[in-house]
């Protein structure tokens, strides 16, 4: 399996999601979230080449669109595609998530353009399951510890990913070397569900809050059916008009 998450950009541009809700404010999610979209997660060529943050997003219009009915399956080629033009062609090149994210609204993955993105803090509970609750899946970054990393490559999807008591510290570290983009579908009292190399796996909470290191709420009429709202109310209009502000000012 392969990887492809660079380490984080910061862009000041990036809308902050705190601009426009407090997570404090937002209705409380159900304990428990998670659509059963699918039973079969595409590996979308993660297992060839250093593509997550394409793969992540691919895995997310399937959810999306399998939400509301009408379940979109992207192809390799899709993912491949997008992957080389973000590398210019290297495709064991990695790339940041706010390179694809940006890529994801101006160009399009597979056809399908999302109207926008929010940055959030990571390595908050409350705020993931906000996300998910209120967009339907959330677009995860990790630096996955080295512990994670070992084993049968073919046995990662499958085994949940939490901190072994018997880990060394040197072990268990994050390490921005082993960065790693997946989607969150849901979350219950145990932790967070993931999509990451063609399986549905879980991440213990513990796991998930040291070692996420970006998290971005992305807005897709994939998923907001409405031109107005998302379906818990959120103000898609109003992000909309600051987005294409930020749009405006951005370098080509």
């Known amino acids: 399996m392969k990887l492809g998450r660079v380490h984080s950009i910061r862009d000041n541009r990036t809308l902050q999601l705190a601009d426009y809700i407090e997570v404090a404010s937002l209705p409380v999610p159900p304990a428990k979230e998670l659509l059963e979209t699918t039973t079969s997660w595409p590996m979308l060529a993660n297992n060839e080449f250093n593509c997550c943050t394409s793969a992540a997003a691919g895995h997310m219009v399937h959810h999306w669109t399998a939400a509301n009915q009408h379940g979109v399956f992207l192809t390799d080629a899709d993912i491949i595609r997008a992957h080389a033009h973000l590398t210019g062609d290297r495709l064991m ?22 109207h926008s993105f929010v940055s959030v803090r990571a390595r908050d509970a409350d705020h993931l399951r906000a996300i998910v609750h ?5 677009y995860i970054g990790l630096d996955l510890p080295d512990f994670a990393m070992t084993g ?44 990451t190399w063609g399986t549905l796996k879980t991440i213990s909470w513990e796991f998930y809050c040291r070692y996420s290191v970006e998290l971005f709420a992305v807005l897709s009429s994939d998923w907001v059916r409405s031109a107005e709202v998302s379906p818990s109310g959120f103000d898609l209009t109003s992000l909309r008009q600051d987005l294409s502000l930020v749009q405006r000012t951005s370098p080509a």
């Not at 994210?101 to 353009?113: A, P, Q, V």
């Open 93 to 114: 090149d990695c790339v940041s998530m706010l390179d694809a994210l940006k890529y994801w609204r101006k160009t399009g993955i597979g056809n399908h353009r999302v």
């Open 152 to 195: 049968d490559p073919a046995g990662w999807p499958e085994i949940p990913w939490a901190i072994p008591a018997s880990a060394s510290a040197a072990n268990a570290a994050p390490q921005p070397a082993n960065g790693h983009c997946v989607t969150g579908i849901g979350y219950c009292e145990d932790g967070v569900y993931v999509v």
């Open 134 to 138: 209120l967009f339907g899946s959330a």
